[in-house]
Each structure stands twice: as C-alpha cells, then as structure tokens.
C-alpha cells in the first residue's frame, strides 16, 4: 500500500468541506443535546441558585464532551501508527533482499525486538498529544483533573469498541496486541497496588456518570464513518481503522471551532455577577477591601470638610484671607509665626 492510499488524493477539498460540514452538524447536535438534558436537571435547583448551576453544569458536561473526542483521537492516533507500522513490516518481509528491504534494515531490526516498547512509547506519545490539545489547542478549564481521567479512561474503552467492530466486520489488521494494552490500562485505572474497594468504587462509578459521553461519541462516528465510506471520502480499501482516524480529525476541528467561537455563550448565558475558577479574590481588594476604604475615608473627609466650612463660616479664613492680601503671603517660618500673632 502507497503512501497515496493513505492519504487518499481523491478526497479533494469540496468533500472536505462537506464532509467538515458534516462532522460540525453532528458534534453540534450532541451539544445541543446535553444541554437541554442539562436544563431539565436543573430544574429541582433552588430559583436563586438556578441560572449559575445552568451554566456551571452546561459548560462542564460540554467540556467533557469535548475530552471524549480529544482522547479519543488521541488514542486513535496510536492505533493508527501501530497498524501503519506493522503493515509496512509484513510488506517488507516479502521483499527480503529487495533495495527497500535493505533501505528500512533498521525499521524491521527495532519492530522485530523492540515491538513491545515502541507501542508502549506511543502510548506516552498519545498522552502528551492529549495534554497539549485539551490544555493549550482546545483548554478544558471547566472540568477538573479527576473528571479528565475518567473520561480519558472511557476513551480508551471507547476506541476499544471500535476496534472489536473491525474484527467483527472482518478488517484484515491485527488490532489484539494494542486492544490488550488499552484493557491493561483501564484495568489499571480501576486496580491498583495501593486501591481500596471503595476506590474501585468511585472509578466506576465516574464511568457510568460519562457513559452517555460514551454513546454520543460511538453514534457520531457511526455515522460519519457510513456518510464518508459511502460517498467515497473514506478509503474501503484502506484500513478502516485509518478512516475512523480520519473521521475524528474532523469532529476535533469541530470541537476546536465550537470551543473558541464561544456560541455555546449564545445558549446559556453567564450569569451577571459570575467568576470564573480562580478569579475568586482576585478583586478582593476592589470588591470588599478598597470599597470599605473608599467609605471609611468618604466618612472622614466630609467630617473634615463640614469642620473646614464650619471655620470658614465664622470668620477664620476671611481673616487670613485679609491679612493675605494686606501683608502678602509668605511661607518662610517667620511669616508663619507672624500669622500666629495675627490670629
């Protein structure tokens, strides 16, 4: 298989934007969705309280939408290069001898006895990937560490969904070794060395708090996989995992359009009054500190002031005033001592 394949030349940049086009009105959608689930759950919500949690609640159940496809890509991208490079190897092994055998010595010396570490590399690779898009492409501010992890650890289960369809369906790639890993990893994330049942309690129950994250990300590629393979964008000929890959590279410029077009803000409103997570204190100063010094020092000032009216009313600054204009002003310590006689 060429690199061409790969790519796919013929997915030109109409079918692109279709296809775009299409992956936005789908994650748009699930959007509109959880926020409408959203809305009724608030309504046992205190009248006062209300339309804070609507937002609070409405931009985190968003937000950790948003992770599941970012995760998801993320795990797909390793998926994506170990079926690349495990395609090449078992190309080249039916060309020993051949110049490009020879030309990619060193690729098959390291898979043939290093394969086990090089998976476990994109791994880590896949976990920096997803740092960086949920914290500088596309920040995430409003879910916390913890929310993160669950929902990155049902994005490896959601990819392990798809990979077990493809073995149904009868896809001719070996995905056991990189389904194996990703179990191991979630088995690891509900049990651990120093995990106490009660642990093993609060991750499960995170993972069916998310499921609904779950099957929205499951229905939207579903669909945009039947659009794309249909209508020739995706590659039948290529590894169907590729085009699931492909797929999710769409739905994260879609996230990545939505997120900082900010039209979820169009939707539900900031409340009036509303700080965001660690801006709290931040205008403490203003708010309590300065605002209680502007009155303490107004208070003192209009004593002093009344006072300074009251002495200009009896006569004390009509005097100097006189004298000022008799004697001239001068701010030389004898001139203050002569004003002192003069009163």
């Given at each position: 298989?060429?690199?061409?394949?790969?790519?796919?030349?013929?997915?030109?940049?109409?079918?692109?934007?279709?296809?775009?086009?299409?992956?936005?009105?789908?994650?748009?959608?699930?959007?509109?969705?959880?926020?409408?689930?959203?809305?009724?759950?608030?309504?046992?919500?205190?009248?006062?309280?209300r339309r804070r949690e609507?937002?609070?609640?409405?931009?985190?159940?968003?937000?950790?939408?948003?992770?599941?496809?970012?995760?998801?890509?993320?795990?797909?991208?390793?998926?994506?290069?170990?079926?690349?490079?495990?395609?090449?190897?078992?190309?080249?092994?039916?060309?020993?001898?051949?110049?490009?055998?020879?030309?990619?010595?060193?690729?098959?010396?390291?898979?043939?006895?290093?394969?086990?570490?090089?998976?476990?590399?994109?791994?880590?690779?896949?976990?920096?990937?997803?740092?960086?898009?949920?914290?500088?492409?596309?920040?995430?501010?409003?879910?916390?560490?913890?929310?993160?992890?669950?929902?990155?650890?049902?994005?490896m289960f959601y990819v392990?969904?798809?990979?077990?369809?493809?073995?149904?369906?009868?896809?001719?790639?070996?995905?056991?070794?990189?389904?194996?890993?990703?179990?191991?990893?979630?088995?690891?994330?509900?049990?651990?060395?120093?995990?106490?049942?009660?642990?093993?309690?609060?991750?499960?129950?995170?993972?069916?708090?998310?499921?609904?994250?779950?099957?929205?990300?499951?229905?939207?590629?579903?669909?945009?996989?039947?659009?794309?393979?249909?209508?020739?964008?995706?590659?039948?000929?290529?590894?169907?995992?590729?085009?699931?890959?492909?797929?999710?590279?769409?739905?994260?410029?879609?996230?990545?359009?939505?997120?900082?077009?900010?039209?979820?803000?169009l939707i539900v409103r900031?409340?009036?009054?509303?700080?965001?997570?660690?801006?709290?204190?931040?205008?403490?100063?203003?708010?309590?500190?300065?605002?209680?010094?502007?009155?303490?020092?107004?208070?003192?000032?209009?004593?002093?002031?009344?006072?300074?009216?009251?002495?200009?009313?009896?006569?004390?600054?009509?005097?100097?005033?006189?004298?000022?204009?008799?004697?001239?002003?001068?701010?030389?310590?004898?001139?203050?001592?002569?004003?002192?006689?003069?009163?």
């Amino acid at each position: 298989m060429t690199v061409d394949a790969y790519l796919n030349p013929d997915f030109d940049t109409t079918e692109k934007l279709i296809f775009l086009c299409m992956s936005f009105a789908m994650v748009t959608l699930c959007v509109f969705t959880i926020l409408g689930g959203v809305r009724i759950s608030v309504m046992s919500v205190d009248r006062k309280e209300r339309r804070r949690e609507l937002y609070d609640r409405s931009m985190n159940r968003v937000q950790r939408f948003y992770e599941m496809i970012i995760s998801a890509t993320s795990v797909m991208s390793f998926s994506c290069a170990y079926i690349i490079c495990n395609h090449i190897y078992s190309v080249l092994q039916g060309e020993v001898g051949s110049a490009e055998y020879e030309l990619f010595g060193t690729f098959i010396s390291i898979w043939e006895g290093w394969k086990d570490f090089v998976l476990l590399l994109f791994i880590c690779i896949s976990c920096v990937l997803n740092s960086i898009l949920d914290r500088i492409v596309i920040p995430l501010k409003k879910i916390d560490k913890e929310e993160k992890a669950s929902v990155r650890m049902l994005g490896m289960f959601y990819v392990i969904c798809i990979l077990l369809y493809l073995n149904v369906i009868g896809d001719e790639s070996e995905y056991s070794p990189v389904m194996l890993y990703y179990l191991g990893l979630m088995v690891g994330r509900f049990v651990y060395f120093d995990a106490s049942f009660i642990d093993f309690l609060l991750a499960l129950k995170n993972v069916f708090k998310n499921l609904y994250l779950l099957i929205f990300g499951l229905l939207i590629t579903g669909i945009l996989c039947y659009f794309g393979f249909e209508n020739g964008y995706l590659l039948e000929r290529n590894y169907y995992l590729i085009g699931a890959f492909y797929t999710h590279l769409f739905m994260l410029v879609s996230v990545f359009v939505l997120h900082h077009s900010h039209l979820i803000n169009l939707i539900v409103r900031k409340p009036r009054g509303y700080k965001e997570e660690g801006e709290e204190g931040e205008n403490d100063y203003e708010d309590g500190g300065y605002d209680g010094y502007v009155g303490e020092y107004d208070g003192e000032y209009d004593e002093g002031y009344e006072e300074e009216y009251e002495y200009e009313d009896e006569g004390g600054y009509d005097e100097y005033e006189e004298y000022e204009e008799d004697e001239g002003y001068d701010e030389s310590p004898d001139a203050y001592e002569e004003y002192d006689d003069y009163e």
